[in-house]
């Protein structure tokens, strides 16, 4: 079979999400809005952090797994979302979470002394 490579993001990014832009003017597009940048929330023009990030205000963006720690080498050509997203809960975290109630679930439980025996 063929290998796939993932690309930097791509780890969080769900199997339906749309195809990710390969250029400035194809993400605008796409998005319906200005390739130049935004305007934000004190009226103020702003250039767009990433190619990504042009379809994060119609919610289709895909979010930069790299960039909140700093670690994204790619700027402003990076195909994933440079703005804050809300923050996901750890996998490994749910997981334990998730083995612990299992384990909980199918362990035996150890005998417990009745007040009457007079433990």
Not at 1 to 21: F, I, Q, R, T
Not at 91 to 100: E, F, Q
């Amino acid at each position: 079979g063929k290998s796939v490579a993932m690309s930097e993001g791509a780890a969080g990014a769900a199997a339906d999400s749309p195809p990710l832009p390969a250029t400035v003017e194809e993400a605008a597009a796409a998005a319906g809005v200005d390739k130049a940048g935004y305007t934000d929330d004190d009226g103020k023009f702003q250039e767009w952090p990433s190619i990504g990030s042009l379809a994060h205000f119609v919610g289709t963006c895909q979010r930069c797994c790299f960039h909140p720690k700093g670690r994204c080498q790619n700027g402003f050509e990076c195909k994933f979302c440079h703005f804050e997203h809300e923050k996901r809960r750890s996998k490994k975290r749910s997981k334990k979470k998730d083995g612990d109630r299992q384990e909980e679930t199918y362990a035996p439980k150890s005998p417990q002394p009745h007040a009457s025996e007079g433990f």
